[in-house]
C-alpha cells in the first residue's frame, strides 16, 4: 500500500477496534445488569444510530463494521454457551497490537481482483502480490497485518476429495530426529527453533531497547 492507503488502512483496523470496544462494553453492562446479551440484530440497528452520530465511522466500509458485530456475537455465544463451558468475555482490543486486521463481506474475484492489485472499498486499488491462483467463488476476505506488511486472505468454500482407497498400511516409527515409513522411506525432522536461536536472541535484545508503542518497535 501507498503511504495514504497505510493511513486509510490504519482508519478502518482503528474504527473496527472501537466498534468492538464499545460494542463489548454494552454486552457487559447488560449482561452485569440483567444477565442477558443484546446480540447482533439489536446491535446492527443500534450500530446505524451510531454511524449518524459519529460521523467518521462513515468513511469505513460498512461489511467491516457489520462483520465486527458478528464476530463478538459468535464470541459471546461460544464463551457462554453452557453453564461447563463459560469462558467469560473476550477481551478489549489494545491499539498497541500491531497486528490488526479487519473483515470484508460482498467481495468477489470480478469486482476486487486485478492483476496486480486488490480493491479495497474505501481505499482502493492496493498494488497485490499473487503467490497463488486464486479461487473465483470467495465471498468474504481479511485484511491482515502482520508488522510492517499486510496480507489478503480469502474465504471460499471447498468440496472434500476422497482418494482411492488401496487397502495397505503404513507404519511410522518416530524419534527425535527423524520418522522412518515402513518401506524404508526415512524423512529428517527439521530444527527450525534449534537452528535460529542465535538470531533469536539477537532480535529479542534489539526489541527489548525499543520504546514500547513506538514505530521502531513496530517495525
Known amino acids: 500500500p501507498t503511504q495514504e492507503q497505510l493511513t486509510k488502512l490504519a482508519q478502518i483496523t482503528g474504527s473496527v477496534r472501537y466498534i468492538w470496544n464499545y460494542f463489548l462494553d454494552r454486552e457487559i453492562k447488560e449482561y452485569a445488569s440483567n444477565k442477558k446479551f443484546i446480540f447482533f440484530n439489536q446491535n446492527s440497528q443500534d450500530l446505524t444510530a451510531l454511524k449518524q452520530t459519529t460521523q467518521w465511522l462513515n468513511d469505513i466500509p460498512s461489511t467491516s463494521l457489520q462483520q465486527t458485530l458478528r464476530n463478538l456475537n459468535t464470541t459471546l455465544k461460544q464463551s457462554f454457551g453452557g453453564k461447563a463451558n463459560k469462558k467469560g468475555f473476550p477481551k478489549f482490543k489494545s491499539k498497541k497490537n500491531f497486528n490488526a486486521s479487519f473483515t470484508l463481506a460482498m467481495v468477489n474475484s470480478k469486482q476486487n481482483v486485478r492483476d496486480n492489485a486488490f480493491y479495497i472499498s474505501k481505499v482502493g486499488d492496493v498494488k497485490c502480490i499473487y503467490h497463488r491462483d486464486l479461487p473465483s467463488d470467495f465471498k468474504t476476505c481479511q485484511i491482515k497485518q502482520e508488522g510492517d506488511r499486510w496480507f489478503v486472505v480469502l474465504t471460499c468454500k ?39 536461536q542465535l538470531q533469536i536472541k539477537e532480535l529479542q535484545r534489539s526489541v527489548s531497547r525499543k520504546v514500547k508503542g513506538s514505530r521502531n518497535r513496530r517495525k
Open 158 to 196: 471447498k468440496e472434500t476429495t476422497h482418494l482411492p482407497k488401496t487397502n495397505k498400511t503404513t507404519g511410522i516409527d518416530l524419534n527425535s530426529k527423524e520418522y522412518v515409513l515402513s518401506g524404508g522411506t526415512r524423512h529428517i525432522i527439521p530444527k527450525y527453533l534449534k537452528e535460529n
